[in-house]
């Protein structure tokens, strides 16, 4: 009866569960290790100006190549490292790595903007700021040419955030929020928050040229930055069709595997070396 399947249920929870949780402390386990055995790398994806292509900046994002679990996806990493507080030292390598990296590109004389993402418990941490500006000074990058990536979970603290945000906006560093209107989404936040860019979020973008309400939210998301002063970043372009209509529908930036995959530093180099053959800089 009912009772009956409602204990076979159980049992085939149990029987699914246990695996995945083996696997989370496994992961655990192993992340523990993962920069000390240079295990975690940086790629970077090109951001380009609508509707030129022109090459505006490069998002960094996290790689990890375990030596026991293989490559390990940010969807499933990223969230153990901030349940565990790895994030933090995670969080600093990343934003030295890639400074490291602006100052090197700097140097060629290459004009672009790099983007880090940030997790909210690394935002919230009393030493993020003091950090940031100790790599800021270190590396010697322009601070205008660093953006950090927050998501909209800030918000749920309007008070620590806007202060937090002068500060760094102090600092001189450039901020957008990811995955824009994908979380706890409170207009008060565009009104309070010092914010350079907004990042539409992948599903919208895709979805964009298929649905009338996905169309209609990507345009209301980029007249909304316009209104703010801001800038919009379209994320997970993946076609020509997404480049004309968010060009049409006022999307300032684009990013995604139409223009290019993240790439390891070498190939990155190689995609601005091609790239710039067809957009001399003045
Ligand atoms: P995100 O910041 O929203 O990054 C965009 C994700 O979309 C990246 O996934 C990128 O590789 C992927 N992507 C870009 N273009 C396309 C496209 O055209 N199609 C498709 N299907 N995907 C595209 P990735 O690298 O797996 O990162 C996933 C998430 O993990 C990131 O989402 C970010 O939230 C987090 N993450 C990655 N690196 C870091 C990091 O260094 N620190 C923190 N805190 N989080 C990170
Ligand atoms: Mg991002
Ligand atoms: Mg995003
Ligand atoms: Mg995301």
Not at 75 to 87: K, N, Q, R, S
Not at 113 to 141: K, W, Y
Not at 240 to 253: I, K, N, P, R
Not at 270 to 278: M, Y
Request: charged share 25%; with cysteine; proline share 4%.
């Amino acid at each position: 009866g009912a009772k009956r399947r409602g204990l076979n249920q159980v049992a085939l929870y149990r029987s699914i569960a246990t695996p995945d949780d083996d696997r989370r402390v496994h992961i655990e386990l192993e992340l523990r290790r993962a920069l000390q055995r240079d295990e975690l790398s940086v790629v970077y994806q090109p951001q380009v100006s609508l509707p030129t292509g022109e090459l505006h900046g490069a998002e960094a994002l996290m790689r990890w190549n375990s030596a026991t679990l293989g490559a390990v996806s940010p969807d499933t990493f990223i969230p153990v490292a901030e349940d565990t507080g790895l994030i933090g030292e995670m969080g600093r390598w990343v934003i030295e790595t890639a400074c490291r990296q602006l100052a090197e590109w700097t140097r060629r004389g290459w004009e672009l903007t790099v983007s880090v993402n940030i997790s909210m418990s690394q935002f919230g941490d009393d030493g993020f700021v003091g950090h940031l500006e100790r790599t800021l000074a270190t590396t010697g990058i322009d601070p205008h040419l660093l953006v950090l990536e927050i998501t909209e979970s800030i918000a749920s603290r309007v008070d620590i955030a806007v202060a937090r945000l002068h500060q760094l906006r102090e600092l001189g560093v450039q901020i957008a929020i990811d995955d824009f209107g994908t979380g706890y989404s409170s207009l008060q936040y565009l009104r309070d928050f010092p914010l350079d860019y907004l990042k539409i979020d992948r599903g919208f973008v895709s979805q964009s040229t298929h649905h009338a309400r996905d169309r209609d939210l990507v345009a209301t998301i980029a007249q909304l930055a316009r209104n703010f002063g801001l800038r919009t970043v379209a994320e997970g372009v993946e076609s020509q069709a997404e480049v004309d209509l968010l060009t049409d529908l006022g999307a300032d930036l684009a990013q995604g595997y139409h223009f290019s995959r993240p790439l390891d530093p070498e190939s990155f180099e190689a995609w601005v070396e091609a790239h710039l053959a067809a957009f001399p800089q003045a």
